[in-house]
């Protein structure tokens, strides 16, 4: 018997068992591959949507070294699909998956990442950044959500899928010594570390301050006087708890995230484009292997390199070029470009979210973990 005969006979043997592990999306047998160099050695061959590290397979997942005395390897070819016209920046009708183009009526186009619930209420909303659904600050709550997005070719009002629910505002390096931007829209709850938000007493402390400070002053024969902001603002008006303080330091953002509410629920499964639907979350970890479906990219695979990045990223913006400072982000290889911002990052093993994507270059791809982007919005899967 041939060697190709062998290995043949052994490839039908145990085609079905290796295609069973996770990951695995085809069986072939070629040459073995060492060190990114092809050698002459024959070997039964796992293809693989992307290589994992081993640590994160468990021995049933991992591919035995040889079998019936062969040496086995492992290929990566990625996603594996029929070469037809279908693109994510095609409009879909009438059901919407996520990972498709979409955007504010007045955005390029950016992703859908996926579909989420509104803690309170159990509403049906759909997830993906600032700068593609809020225009980056720019737009107002209840503004025309577009599939697909303008630049690909949504049209205003017949592409309408839905309105912005709500959005994170993004705090720009250029914003330092200028008054702290409130949260919009409605069903968030305050962050306790905002220092917009007013502690208790504050306006009975200012308050007395003035009046102690305008007695020195009258008694020293002074006309000026001291009004405190706080109690001004108090009187003849509801209390809130948003002040406009300002910012003298560089401002910091940990998401860059939105949501907005389907004009008809039912359009959108929940399904993400040649992924499927999330069953829950994962905390992001160095050498998981992640994915991601997105308008310009549609489905890619990458690892993450980096935990708990401070990054500065650059927009644009109605008053032009602006940055914005991120912190706790995540960085992985590349594996996006322009237009898949919004794309849901998602574990490569199992169906659950790990990120939001909200930036890149030719060499890295960012996102912030997914957890932290729920509990700004108050959604959840």
Not at 147 to 176: H, K, N, S, W
Request: overall charge neutral; charged content about 15%.
């Amino acid at each position: 018997m041939s060697i190709m005969q062998h290995l043949l006979q052994v490839q039908s043997a145990i085609e079905s068992q290796l295609l069973n592990k996770p990951n695995v999306v085809g069986v072939a047998v070629g040459l073995k591959e060492t060190d990114g160099k092809w050698t002459d050695q024959m070997a039964i061959v796992a293809l693989v949507q992307a290589k994992l590290p081993v640590a994160q397979l468990t021995e049933a997942e991992r591919i035995p070294r040889r079998i019936d005395d062969l040496p086995t390897d492992v290929y990566e070819i990625g996603y594996v699909q029929a070469l037809n016209a279908l693109t994510p920046r095609n409009r879909f009708r009438p059901l919407i998956p996520a990972g498709v183009s979409a955007g504010h009526q007045a955005v390029s186009a950016g992703t859908f990442g996926a579909v989420v619930k509104d803690r309170s209420t159990g509403e049906k909303l759909l997830l993906s950044n600032n700068h593609v659904f809020a225009n980056s600050n720019d737009a107002q709550v209840g503004d025309a959500v577009l599939q697909p997005g303008p630049m690909d070719g949504g049209a205003f009002p017949t592409d309408i899928i839905a309105r912005l629910e709500r959005y994170v505002p993004l705090r720009y390096v250029e914003d330092a010594g200028q008054p702290l931007p409130p949260p919009t829209g409605g069903g968030g709850t305050p962050n306790p570390t905002n220092p917009t938000q007013e502690p208790p007493g504050c306006a009975s402390v200012l308050s007395g301050l003035a009046a102690l400070i305008n007695a020195l002053a009258k008694m020293s024969g002074s006309e000026r006087r001291l009004v405190s902001t706080a109690s001004a603002a108090s009187a003849g008006a509801a209390p809130s708890p948003y002040v406009p303080t300002v910012q003298t330091a560089v401002p910091d953002n940990v998401v860059d995230a939105a949501v907005a509410k389907p004009l008809d629920p039912t359009q959108f499964s929940g399904d993400i484009r040649h992924i499927g639907r999330i069953t829950g979350t994962k905390a992001p970890q160095i050498g998981m292997g992640v994915r991601k479906t997105g308008r310009t990219t549609d489905f890619t695979q990458s690892m993450i390199t980096l935990m708990n990045a401070t990054v500065t990223v650059a927009y644009s913006t109605a008053k032009g070029p602006r940055s914005a400072r991120f912190t706790g982000q995540v960085i992985a290889q590349p594996m996006s470009q322009g237009g898949d911002s919004g794309s849901l990052v998602v574990d490569a093993v199992e169906s659950r979210a790990v990120g939001l994507l909200f930036a890149g270059s030719p060499q890295a791809t960012i996102f912030t973990p997914i957890d932290a982007v729920l509990a700004a919005l108050n959604v959840t899967f």
